[in-house]
């Protein structure tokens, strides 16, 4: 009995000590956000690779989407809002992609955020969906629960077209030439080095890509059409259109099928999302397994992070593509 007692008061003090740390935390962030200077914010990481080239030395980036979690399934924490609320200029690819966002971002001025979706240099340069994507589409009107995984009728995922990066990354300093001209020198050398080394990167790549080229691959998700059509890999197709949806029987049964035929060289997962059933579906065949990262985690925000971020997923790639099977 009496070491029942003595463990409750133990077991209460750790409790309190937990609570006060957690609350003391809490607060240390608030504090923090509320303290520092003008800010960009973006809402996943590649978007802060561009705006961090283009704003070195002007203004910090800060990246709302913490690492390790998808843009498809996130839910914001009070932090996020916070550090959205303190923004002064806010990238993001737009509603269709960052549903969790919509609400709070197309409350804010529309001179504080830039929407890369709809610049108007970017929309001829859209890729359609697929058709699963569309059939999708109708779910999402009558059906609260995929609205959040909406994709929309265009390829989202903009951010691997290294044409749509350049086109960001003039949207962004033309905001930043905006709210600081007294930095146009800076920002014209940051636009010029980002071009420099994004152009530079591109030969670099596709000689690097030369060799797997032709060679067949299933990714996880349908999110890689951007990067593919600009370095002229062949996919053979996708898992799923939405990473939080499980792909259908039949779809599972055609990739098996080619695996089979041995049509395929890899299968991609991701960082974010690793089913076991890539594994179970490759089993008795020669196919090779291999990881993408859209979303370039770990990769540090500065004036090389976005080209960084091309050469890693071209790596990811060629690691896996160059395997025989
Ligand atoms: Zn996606």
């Not at 670099?204 to 030369?210: D, G, H, Q, R, V």
Request: hydrophobic content about 40%.
């Amino acid at each position: 009995m009496l070491e029942f007692f003595s463990f409750n008061v133990a077991f209460r003090s750790i409790y309190r000590i937990c609570l006060f740390i957690l609350l003391y935390s809490v607060l240390w962030m608030v504090m923090t956000i509320s303290h520092t200077q003008a800010t960009i914010v973006t809402s996943i990481r590649p978007l802060g690779f561009i705006a961090a080239a283009i704003s070195d030395g002007v203004m910090p980036v800060e990246v709302i989407l913490p690492d390790g979690s998808s843009p498809h399934d996130y839910s914001l924490r009070p932090i996020d809002v916070l550090r959205l609320k303190k923004a002064d200029i806010f990238i993001w690819v737009g509603p269709e992609l960052e549903s969790f966002l919509s609400r709070l971002v197309l409350s804010m001025p529309a001179n504080r955020r830039i929407t890369l979706s709809s610049l108007p240099v970017v929309i001829p340069l859209l890729q359609k969906g697929s058709k699963e994507l569309n059939k999708n589409h109708e779910h999402d009107i009558t059906d609260n629960r995929f609205n959040r995984h909406y994709h929309g009728e265009y390829n989202m995922h903009l951010w691997l077209s290294p044409n749509i990066a350049e086109y960001a990354a003039e949207a962004i300093y033309n905001h930043l030439l905006e709210f600081t001209p007294e930095k146009k020198q800076l920002l014209d050398e940051n636009l010029r080095i980002f071009k420099y080394f994004l152009t530079k990167n591109n030969k670099n790549i596709t000689k690097m890509l030369t060799s797997v080229r032709a060679k067949g691959y299933y990714v996880f998700h349908d999110a890689y059409g951007y990067f593919e059509a600009y370095y002229g890999l062949t996919p053979l197709g996708y898992f799923t259109v939405n990473p939080t949806i499980q792909p259908g029987a039949q779809a599972l049964h055609k990739i098996r099928t080619q695996l089979i035929k041995k049509k395929a060289t890899c299968i991609f997962a991701e960082e974010q999302f690793r089913p076991a059933l890539i594994r179970a579906i490759t089993r008795g065949t020669n196919v090779h397994i291999g990881t993408l990262d859209p979303l370039g985690v770990g990769i540090a925000l500065d004036k090389e992070s976005y080209v960084r971020f091309l050469l890693q997923l071209s790596n990811q790639y060629i690691s896996c593509l160059k395997k025989n099977i």
